[in-house]
C-alpha cells in the first residue's frame, strides 16, 4: 500500500509558476498511475493531469493544456505537476493520487491521496 505527500504549494502571483511534488513511499512506484486533483472551497474535486505508470502518456484538463506539465521519476518514487502562467480561478488545494488501474480522470477510481498542498493565485 502506497502513501503519498504532496509538497510545493504557496502563494504566488498570476502569471507566475509553482512546481508541486509527490512523494510516494510503501508500495512499488512504478507500478502506479498517477494523477493530481484540485478542489477549491465549496467546489467538487476536479481533475488536473494523469500520467501512465511509465511516464510514457500524460493526460491533461483542457483548461490547463500548455500551461501544466505533469511527469514522474520512479528512481525516486515522486511525481511532479509543474504550473506555469497560474490564474486567480486556479487557487485550490492540489491532490496527488495514486491507482493500479489505468489511468482516469475520476477521483473514484483512485484509492490513494495525498494530503493536499494549497496553492493560492494573487491576482
Known amino acids: 500500500q502506497v502513501q503519498l505527500v504532496d509538497s510545493g504549494g504557496g502563494l504566488v502571483q498570476a502569471g507566475g509558476s509553482l512546481r508541486l511534488s509527490c512523494a510516494a513511499s510503501?508500495?512499488?512506484?512504478?507500478?502506479?498511475?498517477m494523477a493530481w486533483f484540485r478542489q477549491a472551497p465549496g467546489k467538487e474535486r476536479e481533475f488536473v493531469a494523469a500520467?501512465?505508470?511509465?511516464?510514457?502518456?500524460?493526460f491533461y484538463a483542457d483548461s490547463v493544456k500548455g500551461r501544466y506539465t505533469i511527469s514522474r521519476d520512479n528512481a525516486k518514487n515522486t511525481a511532479y505537476l509543474q504550473m506555469n502562467s497560474l490564474k486567480p480561478e486556479e487557487t485550490a488545494a492540489y491532490y496527488c493520487a495514486a491507482t493500479l488501474r489505468r489511468s482516469s480522470w475520476s477521483p473514484d477510481d483512485y484509492a490513494y491521496w495525498g494530503q493536499g498542498t494549497q496553492v493560492t493565485v494573487s491576482s
Open positions: 500520467i501512465t505508470w511509465s511516464g510514457s502518456n500524460t
Open positions: 510503501g508500495g512499488t512506484f512504478s507500478s502506479y498511475a
